[in-house]
């Protein structure tokens, strides 16, 4: 099962909005509502900010929101902070023969 | 309040073994469907395994399967990864997760980390 494909990088100013692109397949992102979005800071443990596409748990700041369109899903962090600065991974239920995948990871780095 | 912690990380020959557990608190550890997911130096997060409440359903990633083991010990709020054959590139820092679900499917994310244990396969 091939990792889901998210961008190296992206970067932005305080304030700002980004979006991190999660792309998958048919057999995952595609056709399920299993995509989550975990933040870790370096050295830490990863953190749940997004499940089932959209839903957000609770303390995580509304500031962040997923969404989903075909085979790609979406992480949008709106007015960027210091603190967001972070690696973002993405995670998809598949109907292959593991029922897990993650993205390869994408470095946010406010400017 | 909820918590997971891992131990048994540390640095193994290639072709040895090694056992990782991870003791779960503050929730009803036999309810939830628990993974073990890892992450090479400078690398991304990987996914390894995961075992139902019960134990009765077990799923492997296919770089682990038939050299690595889950199991869990429901009295003692323990999850474990026996780890066999071990090569240089199963080096990585290893976290146990839980899955939110208390149903008997899983929701396929995961909303509790540990902080991780570090498996070094060096000779």
């Known amino acids: 099962q091939s990792a889901l494909t998210q961008p190296a990088s992206v970067s932005g100013s305080p304030g700002q909005s980004i979006t991190i692109s999660c792309t998958g397949t048919s057999s995952d992102v595609g056709s399920y509502n299993y995509v989550s979005w975990y933040q870790q800071h370096p050295g830490k443990a990863p953190k749940l900010m997004i499940y089932e596409v959209s839903n957000r748990p609770s303390g995580v700041s509304n500031r962040f929101s997923g969404s989903k369109s075909g085979n790609t899903a979406s992480l949008t962090i709106s007015g960027l902070q210091a603190e967001d600065e972070a690696d973002y991974y993405c995670?998809?239920?598949?109907?292959?023969?593991?029922?897990?995948?993650f993205g390869t990871g994408t470095k946010v780095t406010v400017l | 309040q909820v918590q997971l912690v891992e131990s048994g990380g540390g640095l193994v020959k290639p072709g040895g073994s090694l056992r990782l557990s991870c003791a779960a608190s503050?929730?009803?550890?036999?309810?939830?469907?628990m993974s073990w997911i890892r992450q090479a130096p400078g690398k991304g997060l990987e996914w390894v395994s995961y075992i139902s409440s019960s134990g009765s359903t077990i799923y492997y990633a296919d770089s682990v399967k038939g050299r690595f083991t889950i199991s869990r010990d429901n009295a003692k709020n323990s999850l474990y990864l026996q780890m066999s054959s071990l090569r240089a590139e199963d080096t990585a820092v290893y976290y146990c997760?839980?899955?939110?679900?208390?149903?008997?499917?899983?929701?396929?994310?995961?909303?509790?980390w540990g902080k991780g244990t570090t498996v070094t396969v060096s000779s």
């Open positions: 503050g929730f009803t550890f036999s309810d939830y469907y």
């Open positions: 997760a839980r899955d939110p679900s208390i149903t008997i499917f899983p929701y396929y994310y995961m909303d509790v």
């Open positions: 995670s998809s239920y598949t109907r292959s023969s593991t029922p897990y995948v």
